[in-house]
């Protein structure tokens, strides 16, 4: 049974930082990443990694999080973290981890499986 189950949000000020993590269990995924759904808004891409070989990956984001956000991931433990820097109130939402066999994609609805979203909550 696959399960990616998310971890690490919470409530932070304006400015801060958090790192989210996502740990996949029943199998591995060549893409790996995190979209999020704000208050009556459409879930929405945020960033994902894909492993270009075993030593090789590619990380896409969104405009809006570029410069603040990264993507890293760790094979061994099939595990993907999403660091978060500089956070303003609208990054406020719920983060969901997603995963997928082929490229990175930025549809929501091309991903194969999804965690159950972790609350991020930015205060100014």
């Known amino acids: 049974q696959v399960q990616l189950v998310e971890s690490g949000g919470g409530l932070v000020q304006a400015g801060g930082s958090l790192r989210l993590s996502c740990a996949a269990s029943?199998?591995?995924?060549?893409?790996m990443g995190w979209f999020r759904q704000g208050p009556a808004k459409e879930r929405e891409f945020v960033g994902a990694?894909?492993?270009?070989?075993?030593?090789?990956?590619?990380?896409d984001y969104a405009d809006p999080v570029k410069g603040r956000f990264t993507i890293a991931r760790d094979n061994a433990k099939n595990t993907v973290y999403l660091q978060m820097n500089n956070l303003k109130p609208e990054d406020t939402a719920v983060y969901y981890c997603?995963?997928?066999?082929?490229?990175?994609?930025?549809?929501?609805?091309?991903?194969?499986?999804w965690g159950q979203g972790t609350q991020v909550t930015v205060s100014s």
């Open positions: 029943g199998r591995t995924f060549a893409t």
């Open positions: 997603a995963a997928r066999s082929g490229r990175i994609t930025t549809t929501a609805k091309d991903c194969e499986y």
């Open positions: 990694i894909i492993r270009s070989t075993d030593y090789l990956y590619y990380a």
